[in-house]
């Protein structure tokens, strides 16, 4: 099956700065590689998603890279703020979605 | 929309009861995922329900666990009997278009059994 691997698992980042998140993947025919925001005490929220034809795609502060030849996709917030500060979990689609084991990303005011 | 929604979303049981998470997914969405979420093992699929008929139940741990889904608005996961290692952070997720659609995570239900 899908072994998709995640880093780092912590971040700290100063406020204004960028953060990124990167993850790999092991299944070559895994095609749908979304992002999730976890805040405390709440479930996984889709911030953004990628599909496999196309090679980055941006959505105001975020953007998603994907290398299928080395099978990373990476996530990329520019300009942090401290309500960026939860857990981050990536994720592929083979058979079945398989997550990431997150990044705690903390954004220092 | 409201979103998935979940019942309880705290739960505090003994050993050896038997405990029921309820969710309601998205109006209009025809798939329905239940996962476990811990600090070790991050989030698992437990079972997967498309138009109400379980699909994939690959990830229920054991045969104290089982799952229902009556109609296309509800659906029940069940342990029975509970234990401590049991306890854990159990997300309900819904989507229109299947296994392979964007998921709509609920806000989840945190089990603690004593």
């Known amino acids: 099956g899908e072994n998709v691997e995640q880093h780092p698992s912590t971040l700290s980042v100063q406020e204004g700065d960028s953060a990124v998140i990167k993850c790999t993947y092991s299944?070559?025919?895994?095609?749908?590689f979304p992002w999730y925001k976890q805040e405390l005490g709440k479930g996984p929220q889709l911030i953004i998603d990628i599909r496999s034809n196309v090679g980055e795609k941006k959505d105001q502060r975020i953007a998603v890279t994907l290398n299928k030849t080395a099978k990373h996709f990476s996530l990329h917030i520019t300009e942090t703020q401290p309500e960026d500060s939860a857990v981050y979990f990536c994720a592929a689609l083979s058979n079945q979605f398989y997550f990431g084991t997150g990044t705690s990303l903390t954004v220092i005011p | 929309d409201a979103g998935v929604i979940q019942s309880p979303r705290h739960e505090v049981t003994e050993m050896g009861q038997e405990v029921t998470l309820r969710c309601k997914p998205i109006s209009g969405h025809n798939s329905l995922f239940w996962y476990r979420q811990t600090m070790m093992r991050g989030l698992e699929l437990l079972i997967y329900?498309?138009?109400?008929?379980?699909?994939?139940d690959s990830g229920m741990p054991e045969d104290r666990f089982s799952a229902k889904m009556p109609n296309a608005s509800f659906s029940t996961l069940k342990i029975q009997p509970s234990e401590p290692r049991d306890s854990a952070v159990y997300f309900c997720?819904?989507?229109?278009?299947?296994?392979?659609?964007?998921?709509?995570f609920g806000p989840g239900t945190r089990l603690t059994v004593l």
């Open positions: 299944d070559s025919a895994s095609n749908y």
């Open positions: 997720a819904s989507s229109y278009g299947g296994r392979g659609d964007t998921q709509y």
């Open positions: 329900f498309n138009n109400n008929v379980p699909i994939d």
